[in-house]
């Protein structure tokens, strides 16, 4: 996602993880991702305030994310870049008791040891490389697909297949291109935003790493009920995406997804 600190800030901090990667014989990491500022396996959407987002990402993740989750509190879950553990907080808080996040930057993993949580410093590459024997019911990228190249997506996703049990599932997001107001400035805000996808091209991608029984569904931006302006965001955004779907019948498309950001669930044959 697109970060909140200054330019030089993003670079600095990329510097220091490129340092962090070396062996100790100078080698680089295993694995060169496209993206150059803000690299996919780590989370850059954090506010400044990192303490107050486990409040804020908690009604987000609990609002998208639970709905889509095993019932079974056992189930093995990996959360790929999980930054400071926003989302493995709210699972550990929901009772999930298997759960591991892995983030490239050991600073924001930093964070995430303060609170006890089941948070390590792993490039996801390698991590899921090294994982090939099937052993987790979900996984979980915290940071959007399109911070990778589609080749690049399409790869990660084939190791997270390889990583899961039969009958387990991936759950995924990235930007949505076909909502007119947003799709082409999520592209142009940002040079690691690779691509956009609608509800169709993000079930080609997941088909193409061999998923099935994908189901599309929207990220809801309004969910804090406590706070008045939440109703307003949310009747003008529903209004303008109505507006928006009659326009696309009118053009001949039937487009049912217009949130900002689109997910989908992905499963492994069992």
Not at 59 to 84: F, K
Request: with cysteine; hydrophobic share 40%.
């Amino acid at each position: 996602m697109s970060g909140s600190a200054p330019l030089t800030s993003s670079i600095s901090r990329l510097e220091s993880l490129t340092e962090r990667h070396e062996s100790a014989g100078g080698a680089k990491a295993a694995r060169k991702l496209a993206a150059r500022l803000e690299p996919f396996d780590s989370y850059w959407q954090a506010p400044e305030d990192v303490d107050e987002g486990y409040r804020s990402f908690n009604a987000y993740y609990r609002a998208n994310y639970l709905p889509q989750l095993p019932a079974d509190r056992a189930a093995r879950i990996l959360v790929v870049s999980c930054g400071p553990g926003y989302l493995v907080s709210l699972l550990k808080e929901r009772g999930y008791t298997n759960v591991t996040g892995i983030d490239s930057d050991p600073d924001k993993v930093a964070h995430a040891k303060l609170r006890n949580l089941p948070c390590e410093a792993a490039e996801a590459f390698p991590y899921l490389e090294a994982r090939q024997l099937p052993q987790y019911d979900v996984i979980i990228p915290e940071q959007e697909l399109n911070h990778l190249t589609v080749e690049e997506t399409i790869e990660f996703l084939k190791l997270c297949r390889g990583a899961l049990r039969p009958g387990g599932c991936v759950i995924v997001y990235a930007m949505n291109g076909a909502n007119p107001m947003v799709g082409s400035e999520n592209i142009a805000h940002n040079i690691d935003h690779f691509y956009n996808v609608t509800e169709h091209s993000l079930q080609q991608i997941l088909k193409l790493a061999e998923f099935s029984n994908i189901k599309v569904f929207a990220l809801k931006l309004y969910v804090f009920w406590k706070n008045p302006l939440n109703y307003v965001g949310l009747a003008v955004t529903a209004t303008c995406e109505a507006l928006m779907r009659i326009m696309f019948v009118l053009y001949g498309k039937k487009v049912r997804v217009l949130s900002k950001k689109i997910a989908a669930v992905g499963f492994k044959a069992a």
